[in-house]
C-alpha cells in the first residue's frame, strides 16, 4: 500500500515570498492533517479535512497560510507571504474513519527555510 | 488545559540497557493514545495506539502501556537502530483535537 505523498521535499525561498506544498493521502483515508514541526519540538495541527470540509483550523494563522482539499484528496498548503518563523517541517498525515479512534500515518514532510 | 508532556528530553542507553519513555497527558476525555518513532529527516512512523487504561501493545523490543494519567514505552535491550526521536500524541474527546509531546531523543550507543 503506498504511504502519504508529499512535494516537495525541500524548498528555500525568500521572506515575503509565496509557497505551496501538496499532499496526497492514502487512498481510502477521508481525513487527512497539515501540521507544523520546528526543530526539536512535536508536530501542531494547522489543519484537519474529513472529506472536503474542514474540521478543526483553530490554529491555522489564516492572515498568512491557507488550505484546500479539492475532491476529497489531494490537498495543497499554502503560505503567503513567509516569515522567518514560518521555517519547520510541514507534515502531512491520513486516517481512515474506523470508530472514534483515528490513527494518523505521515508523510515524509516538505522542510522549508525562509531567508 | 489541555496538553502532553514527555520525558526525559533526551536520554542515552548503552545497547542492552532497558529503559521506560513517560508520556503524561491532561485532556478532557480520551479517545486514544498514539506513540510514533520519527528518524531524523523523516516523518513520523506510527507504532501503537492505546484506547483505554490498563491496555497494553508489544513490538519487538518496545512495550507501551497506558494509565488513566499517562503511558509508558518500554524499550527492553535496545539496539543502536532503536535509536530515534519517540513521539506520544492523544486524540481528545473534545472536537477529536490532536495534542503531540515534544518528543523523547533516545541514543542507543553500541
Known amino acids: 500500500e503506498a504511504g502519504v505523498a508529499q512535494s516537495p521535499r525541500y524548498k528555500i525561498i525568500e521572506k515575503r515570498q509565496s509557497v505551496a506544498f501538496w499532499c496526497n493521502p492514502i487512498?481510502?483515508?477521508?481525513?487527512l492533517y497539515w501540521y507544523q514541526q520546528i526543530l526539536g519540538q512535536g508536530p501542531k495541527l494547522l489543519i484537519q479535512?474529513?472529506?472536503?470540509?474542514?474540521?478543526?483550523d483553530s490554529q491555522l494563522p489564516k492572515d498568512r497560510f491557507s488550505a484546500e482539499r479539492l475532491k476529497g484528496v489531494d490537498s495543497t498548503l499554502k503560505i503567503q507571504p513567509a516569515k522567518l518563523e514560518d521555517s519547520a517541517v510541514y507534515l502531512c498525515?491520513?486516517?481512515?474513519?474506523?470508530?472514534?479512534?483515528?490513527?494518523?500515518?505521515f508523510g515524509p514532510g516538505t522542510r522549508l527555510l525562509v531567508l | 488545559e489541555d496538553q502532553v508532556t514527555q520525558s526525559p528530553e533526551a536520554l542515552r542507553l548503552q545497547e542492552g540497557e532497558s529503559s521506560s519513555l513517560n508520556c503524561s497527558y491532561t485532556?478532557?476525555?480520551?479517545?486514544?493514545l498514539f506513540w510514533y518513532r520519527q528518524d531524523p529527516g523523516k516523518g513520523p512512523e506510527f507504532l501503537f495506539t492505546?484506547?483505554?487504561a490498563g491496555e497494553e501493545k508489544e513490538k519487538e523490543r518496545l512495550k507501551a502501556t497506558l494509565t488513566k494519567k499517562e503511558s509508558f514505552l518500554h524499550i527492553t535491550a535496545p539496539k543502536p537502530e532503536d535509536s530515534a526521536t519517540y513521539l506520544c500524541?492523544?486524540?481528545?474527546?473534545?472536537?477529536?483535537?490532536?495534542?503531540f509531546g515534544s518528543g523523547t531523543k533516545l541514543n542507543v550507543k553500541p
Open positions: 492505546l484506547y483505554s
Open positions: 485532556v478532557s476525555g480520551l479517545r486514544g
Open positions: 487512498s481510502g483515508h477521508a481525513t
Open positions: 498525515a491520513s486516517s481512515p474513519i474506523v470508530g472514534r479512534v483515528q490513527t494518523q500515518y
Open positions: 479535512f474529513q472529506n472536503n470540509g474542514v474540521v478543526d
Open positions: 500524541a492523544v486524540q481528545a474527546s473534545n472536537f477529536n483535537k490532536f495534542y
